[in-house]
């Protein structure tokens, strides 16, 4: 058994994000795991830029609203207990609702390689997410 000490909280690159938004490791896989866990927390309005992940990403939310949107325009508004898969290859992006905060746990697997398993896209158009939000 081992206990990690809580790592700093980092605020994230604009370049892959609209909006203030900040994340704290809580585990970052070594082999043989390669279970790579955060606790990400958006400011209202705060989101993703379009991204995808090789081996999927599972996000659990712990506080807050979250919108997380697909390039078909799907939207799933998942509230805190809630869980979203998101699998293998599948474009999406994920923030908070206009008027609150979200937090979630974001769960991803590394490349068997030991790679990023995390390609960033472009930024989700204002337009995109305020039709996202009002759904």
Not at 65 to 79: E, I, K, S
Not at 111 to 126: A, I, K, M, R, Y
Request: proline residues 7%; aromatic residues 6%; glycine residues 10%.
């Amino acid at each position: 058994m081992e206990l990690r000490t809580v790592k700093p909280t980092v605020k994230q690159p604009g370049a892959n994000f609209t909006g203030d938004v900040y994340m704290t490791p809580i585990q970052v896989g070594a082999a043989p795991s390669r279970m790579t866990v955060a606790l990400v927390r958006f400011t209202p309005g705060a989101r993703t830029n379009w991204h995808r992940h090789d081996v999927g990403q599972t996000l659990h939310v712990t506080e807050g609203v979250a919108l997380v949107g697909t390039r078909n325009g799907d939207v799933v508004r998942a509230r805190a207990g809630d869980t979203v898969v998101c699998p293998p290859g599948e474009e999406h992006w994920h923030g908070a609702t206009a008027d609150t905060f979200m937090s979630h746990l974001a769960m991803l697997e590394v490349n068997t390689d030991g790679s990023d398993p995390t390609t960033w896209l472009e930024p989700v158009p204002g337009d995109a997410y305020e039709v996202a939000n009002k759904q």
